[in-house]
């Protein structure tokens, strides 16, 4: 999308797409994105869950439900879902350790023994 873009705009475009076709994978993610970014946590946990519930072997629908939880101050839930992700084949060990959303799990031991798993070997 341009930069100049209206998320106003965007999140009713994909809303009204989704309307019509609700097991539309890449809009559920896109909305979920577009949902977070701009504060609406509630609703991109919402598109997280459903996309989870659409893909539920996809790693990266699980890292992302697991980010939303983190932004929910759902910490528990957050780590759950995370383990779940890197059980699946999330790999992604620079990303997670600096992605924001995580940044309420990120003095949890727990998730530091998730990162310690990814962290490639030398």
């Not at 341009?2 to 106003?8: F, G, I, L, R």
């Not at 559920?28 to 919402?46: N, P």
């Not at 528990?76 to 309420?104: C, E, I, K, N």
Request: with cysteine.
């Amino acid at each position: 999308m341009a930069k100049n873009s209206d998320p106003e705009f965007e999140m009713r475009f994909f809303e009204s797409v989704l309307k019509r076709d609700p097991a539309y994978t890449e809009v559920v993610e896109i909305l979920g994105g577009l949902y977070t970014k701009h504060g609406r946590i509630a609703d991109g946990l919402r598109m997280d869950r459903k996309l989870v519930k659409l893909l539920p072997q996809n790693p990266t629908a699980h890292y992302n439900l697991a980010c939303s939880l983190a932004l929910s101050k759902r910490k528990s839930d957050a780590l759950r879902s995370l383990r779940h992700a890197v059980q699946l084949g999330y790999t992604d060990f620079d990303w997670m350790q600096q992605d924001p959303d995580l940044d309420g799990l990120k003095k949890d031991p727990a998730f530091n023994a998730l990162l310690n798993q990814l962290k490639p070997q030398s």
